[in-house]
């Protein structure tokens, strides 16, 4: 369902809409600060470039802060469904956003015995090198192991 939903985004204006929007209810909620697991492999996957993608984000980001003062930034949300080498890709593109927007790097979408997080060890240690942090969906399936 999310893959489904999340082939509607196709443009910047797109990106930056939906972020906006979320800001702007974290806003009424009284929240300061957000950050924001941004699902590049699905919408690299439905063919959506890069930097359609981080600059739309970064326009809805930047929009809120101007608008109600709500800080963000953005966790890369990888897919623990494919290759570590897909995700080493991603992490590469995101460089340049490093210390900028993007923060962290966390694991994401279905736990299962295919899905073993230990096959992101070197995107993990190549995170730590560049100085994000880490995090992971883990034990909502598979347990603590996970």
Do not use: W
């Not at 009424?28 to 930097?51: C, M, R, S, W």
């Not at 953005?74 to 993007?102: F, T, V």
């Amino acid at each position: 369902l999310y893959t489904l939903c999340g082939g509607v985004l196709r443009t910047e204006q797109d990106f930056e809409e939906l972020v906006y929007d979320y800001l702007s209810d974290a806003h009424k909620q009284n929240i300061a600060h957000a950050e924001i697991a941004v699902g590049y492999p699905t919408h690299l996957d439905n063919g959506v470039p890069f930097h359609t993608i981080q600059n739309g984000v970064e326009k809805g980001m930047n929009r809120a802060k101007a608008k109600f003062g709500i800080t963000s930034s953005i966790i890369i949300d990888i897919n623990r469904g494919h290759p570590e080498a897909e995700a080493e890709k991603i992490l590469d593109l995101c460089k340049p956003y490093i210390g900028k927007s993007i923060v962290a790097i966390g694991l994401a979408f279905a736990e299962n015995e295919q899905n073993n997080p230990g096959k992101f060890k070197t995107v993990y240690e190549k995170a730590s090198q560049l100085g994000l942090r880490k995090t992971a969906h883990a034990g909502e399936a598979m347990g603590a192991s996970y």
